[in-house]
């Protein structure tokens, strides 16, 4: 029989055991752990994934874990780490894994919220496009032209939706542009095409005046044989040809405006139809196709133009940068007061807004032009620079040479891992040559090609840079575009030693939920 105090005793001591059960429990819950070692609670970490695929497998130092997901944003939250360094895994069957050596510290939240997995093999769409040698994507209607592999200009339309391919254009006697920074260009509603073309002189156009007195003939000849080998050696003509695909209407460029002869950067006004910019003699110029003598000249003596959705841009021979709108030259406002002297001989311009752009010099320096939330600053920040690309945002800038990859802050970045405004980053470098260069769609990921091998490689610097093999190619003469509307990456590889256009999902859909 139990005396009151024994009763007393059991009662505080089921009592005290229940505050204590309840205070490690409360401080479990809320990120703390007992160290055996140190004889006290410690504030423990927490890890935040988000990954594409999102049914991953998370793993902690080798063993499986589970973690409470957000079902708004399908990232998964794991408590509990000691501090200290400890091996993140994200796999899945049938994908290529993501690890990371992290060092959790007490009461900090980790995050990664760009996990990419690649697939070890990928099922292939393949398009009728027999001998295909480039293919340029439509902004619109799920379109693509498609030039083909000829000894002269053979053009057709691809429907991607439908798999059928139609004839557009073939011209016997030019052929397809050989400059790489030139490109078929779409109109904005996808109904007409500028494509870059060339055609060798003729005799007529590279023969010099010759004589009848057969002893001068004769004693001319060394010359003659000169002249004829350099003759061979002429750069080719190089022109436009507009085609309307909907009324096969033709148009060549330079019969339109035999006056302004040469052209360069011919483009598209992006917000009307049917009306282009171009440069001639370092002019620039708006031109209406359908009445070619209301043309405008924007401006005169220019390096470089481009135009975004706020405007025109160009910058002058004497390095003044300058804004205007699309149709009023004497709108024409300067840019910046800062020296930009340093940029000499500049060859292209990409702009992204009046707050950021960047400027190509002919002997490869690249420079970046940043009115920023912090600073306003112009300095050059490449050498052998050869592209570009900004991201969605505006925040980040994708550039490359030969043989590496780099990257730029445009702004601040306050997600993990945190990077400060007009950052520069070194990717990766490689001893092989790179190619096809782009975003991939989270924009913290690059696509590119290296010899036969389409990869990705992300930008968190975090213990390492996780890099995958998307596919292996049967030709390292490709070209890979990702297009971020249907998710997919096209890409041109060998079929039966025939060069056929291929199109594979990456990354996974996501879908709603």
């Known amino acids: 029989m139990k005396t009151p105090v024994s009763r ?4 505080w001591t089921l009592t005290l055991s229940y505050l204590l059960i309840t205070v490690v429990v409360l401080f479990f819950a809320f990120g703390y752990r007992f160290s055996f070692e140190r004889s006290i609670f410690i504030y423990s970490g927490s890890l935040t994934i988000k990954s594409n695929p999102k049914t991953t497998v998370v793993s902690i130092d080798g063993d499986d874990t589970k973690g409470l997901r957000n079902i708004i944003n399908n990232s998964y939250h794991i408590t509990g780490f000691r501090p200290g360094d400890h091996v993140i895994t994200v796999a899945q069957g049938g994908f290529q894994s993501w690890n990371k050596k992290v060092n959790f510290t007490s009461g900090r939240s980790t995050e990664f919220w760009n996990v990419l997995l690649a697939r070890h093999f990928y099922e292939r769409e393949t398009y009728e496009t027999p001998a295909i040698a480039k293919y340029y994507l439509a902004p619109k209607d799920k379109l693509a032209a498609v030039v083909e592999k000829t000894d002269h200009l053979k053009v057709s339309i691809l429907d991607r939706k439908e798999k059928t391919s139609t004839d557009l254009l073939e011209v016997s006697d030019v052929t397809f542009t050989t400059d790489d920074m030139q490109n078929i260009e779409w109109s904005p509603e996808a109904r007409s095409l500028i494509i870059p073309i060339e055609q060798m002189r003729s005799d007529q156009e590279t023969d010099t005046t010759t004589t009848s007195d057969n002893a001068t003939t004769q004693n001319n000849t060394p010359n003659d044989t000169s002249e004829q080998e350099e003759s061979q050696n002429e750069e080719p003509l190089k022109d436009h040809l507009i085609i309307n695909r909907k009324t096969n209407e033709t148009i060549m460029l330079s019969e339109l405006i035999p006056d302004d002869l040469p052209l360069s950067t011919v483009r598209w006004d ?3 139809k049917d009306i282009l910019f171009y440069i001639s003699q370092n002019t620039l110029y708006r031109l209406p196709l359908e009445t070619p003598e209301d043309k405008i000249m924007i401006a005169q003596d220019i390096r470089a133009y481009d135009f975004t959705d706020d405007g025109l841009y160009y910058i002058t021979a004497n390095n003044d940068l300058m804004r205007t709108s699309f149709d009023d030259p004497n709108d024409a406002k300067e840019l910046t007061d800062l020296d930009l002297s340093e940029a000499r001989d500049v060859t292209r311009m990409i702009a992204y807004d009046k707050h950021r752009l960047v400027l190509f010099t002919e002997d490869g320096s690249f420079f970046f032009y940043n009115d920023g939330d912090e600073d306003e600053t112009f300095e050059k920040i490449g050498d052998r620079i050869i592209g570009a690309h900004f991201s969605n945002d505006g925040k980040k800038l994708l550039y490359w040479s030969n043989n590496e990859l780099f990257t730029h802050f445009t702004r601040k970045w306050e997600t993990q891992p945190i990077r400060t405004e007009n950052e520069h980053t070194d990717i990766a470098r490689f001893s092989q040559n790179i190619e096809n260069v782009h975003w991939a769609k989270t924009f913290e990921h690059i696509i ?10 992300e930008l968190d610097h975090r213990d390492r840079r996780n890099m995958h093999t998307i596919m292996q190619l049967k030709s390292d003469d490709t070209q890979v575009v990702s297009n971020f509307a249907d998710d997919e990456l096209y890409l041109i590889d060998q079929d039966n030693d025939i ?15």
């Open 8 to 11: 007393r005793s059991f009662f």
């Open 270 to 272: 992006p917000r009307k």
């Open 448 to 457: 590119f090609t290296l010899d036969n091998e389409i990869k990705v490689i």
């Open 499 to 513: 060069p056929t256009l291929f199109s594979i999902t990456f990354p996974e859909d996501e879908g709603f939920l």
